[in-house]
């Protein structure tokens, strides 16, 4: 039941996320944060679901938004099911 509700929340509030050759789903977040050490203060950010990216790592390529980003951390959220992934622009 809660990968069901998992994929009604990405099917209503996700954007194209490509890596590895393949177009996944997520939530796109880009935000200005001062805090944050990343060009311009912008905290850009994909959740996405674990079990669709399997063996990502920091410096993989992925685009979002016709945008070129590189991994720079993976972050679990909660359970594990999702993932926050932070980028920087390439």
Same mark, same amino acid.
Request: proline share 4%; aromatic share 10%.
């Given at each position: 039941?809660?990968?069901? +509700? ?24 880009? =935000?200005?944060?001062?805090?944050? &050490? ?5 905290? &850009? ?11 990502? =790592?920091?410096? +993989? ?15 679990? &959220? ?6 926050? &992934? ?5």
């Amino acid at each position: 039941m809660f990968e069901d +509700d998992l994929t009604i929340f990405f099917a209503d509030f996700g954007e194209d996320f490509d890596w590895n050759g393949q177009t996944l789903t997520c939530i796109f977040n880009e =935000q200005h944060d001062p805090l944050t &050490i990343a060009a311009n203060g912008l905290a &850009i950010s994909a959740l996405v679901k674990k079990i669709d990216v399997p063996g990502i =790592q920091p410096n +993989d390529a992925v685009a979002i938004r016709d945008k070129d980003y590189t991994v720079a951390e993976i972050n679990p &959220i909660q359970d594990g099911r999702l993932v926050k &992934i932070f980028l920087e622009e390439a």
